[in-house]
């Protein structure tokens, strides 16, 4: 007995040094099986907050903690936006951080400062055998989507950018359309015509998205943007758009979990950071909830899948310098700018002057038209979450979901 007692013991060490002990066949090595990466484009702290304060008013309450989704993750960090050349970034240098873990200068996308073609870790987790998708509800062509596929010396080069999207060989797009559709001067060849003569289908439209959607690579698109440019830093709103970022994340995890295989989702929603660039507090609210319901398809995917499921939400940088509370006033009036936006038929508020002083007069402030360089939050949850907590740079951010620190 006591021999056998001695033998269990040593194996027991054993398997306690190996991992056997806690081994599973279906869990990942490093990096998480599953990972999605939501990046609210110029979502600080204060839009989340600022949004939670509407949905607690809307509920007959103060506060509003955890009313997104994403704000109850379990782990919370906070990480720093500056460029290689400014205290305040671009999308363009703050996606290039985000997707290869260098900074570089403003309005330079996925290239050092010198000019040198930096990569995307989502080409190594191609490489691994991750199917991958970059989605957003702004064009697939804009700073932050490109960012996860493409070099250039200026973000604006957007037909250049998109001619990089077969040669991604990446599995899944999805946003609005294409800015640039026929190059800056209109003489191109149109875009679509180009990515599919390379193997790509593109569907403009749900409806032709289920008719196509078994091609083996396929961008979905908005059906208004065939055969013209999107449409660039104009918010619209939800109800008037045909494809919601919720039902593009929702395509991509049909799509990528029938077999088991790894996959990696980028989701931008981009269209915050237009509406803080136009102060627009209740277009930002607007926003900052579809941002939420596309991470609420991600976390039911996460439940179904807890030990294998990576979901990380952050922001590029925030964007119109946002506050709940400004001036002496000490109550938020969302009462004024609910009843306004809805007599505007929930589209701007006519003229920049009539907008601040209803903003004014809700104490809801803004100090700027453009970024700013504070830190974003990191709200994370699953397979590795622990390692978002703490305060880092977001040059961390893609080490930490390759598990390189």
């Known amino acids: 007995m006591y021999r056998n007692f001695f033998l269990l013991t040593i194996l027991a060490a054993f398997c306690a040094l190996t991992g056997c002990a806690n081994s599973n066949a279906n869990e990942p090595e490093g990096q998480a099986k599953y990972i999605f990466l939501f990046i609210g484009d110029g979502m600080g ?18 506060g509003g903690l955890g009313r997104l989704s994403f704000t109850k993750f379990p782990y919370l960090g906070m990480a720093t936006t500056y460029s290689a050349n400014r205290n305040i970034t671009c999308s363009s240098a703050a996606g290039t951080a985000l997707a290869t873990g260098f900074k570089t200068n403003n309005s330079v996308l996925g290239k050092t400062p010198d000019g040198k073609d930096l990569e995307s870790f989502t080409y190594r987790l191609k490489e691994e055998g991750y199917r991958i998708g970059i989605i957003s509800n702004v064009p697939v062509n ?43 001067d209109g003489s191109k060849e149109d875009i679509d015509r180009k990515i599919e003569s390379q193997g790509y289908t593109i569907s403009y439209g749900m409806e032709e998205y289920e008719a196509e959607k078994d091609a083996a690579r396929l961008i979905l698109c908005q059906k208004d943007n065939r055969k013209s440019d ?36 980028m989701a931008e929603g981009g269209t915050i950071d237009w509406a803080g660039h136009d102060n627009r507090t209740m277009a930002l609210t607007e926003k900052v909830l579809e941002l939420d319901a596309a991470v609420k398809e991600a976390y039911e995917f996460y439940l179904k899948h807890p030990d294998e499921t990576l979901i990380v939400v952050t922001a590029d940088h925030e964007t119109g310098g946002l506050t709940l509370g400004c001036g002496k006033g000490d109550d938020i009036k969302w009462d004024k700018l609910e009843s306004a936006w809805e007599a505007a038929g929930k589209k701007d508020i006519t003229g920049d002057e009539e907008n601040a002083k209803l903003n004014k007069s809700a104490n809801i402030g803004w100090s700027t038209g453009g970024h700013t360089g504070i830190p974003v939050p990191v709200y994370a949850v699953g397979n590795g979450a622990e ?4 305060c880092y740079d977001n040059t961390d951010i893609p080490k930490k979901i390759m598990r390189e620190e």
Not at 143 to 164: G, H, M, V, W
Not at 237 to 255: F, N, P, Y
Not at 387 to 390: A, E, N
């Open 387 to 390: 390692m978002f907590s703490g």
């Open 230 to 265: 999107s449409e660039n830093y104009v918010v619209k709103h939800t109800e008037e758009e045909e494809i919601s970022l919720k039902e593009m994340v929702e395509t991509a995890i049909e799509r990528f979990s029938g077999d088991g295989r790894p996959f990696f989702i």
């Open 142 to 184: 804009h700073a932050t989507p490109a960012s996860f596929y493409a070099n250039a010396k200026s973000r604006n080069d957007y037909y250049e950018i998109s001619l990089q999207i077969p040669e991604s060989g990446f599995d899944y797009f999805a946003g609005d359309g294409f800015l640039d559709f026929n190059g800056k």
């Open 45 to 62: 702290q204060a839009q989340a907050a600022v949004t939670e304060s509407y949905l607690a008013y809307r509920d007959g309450e103060l």
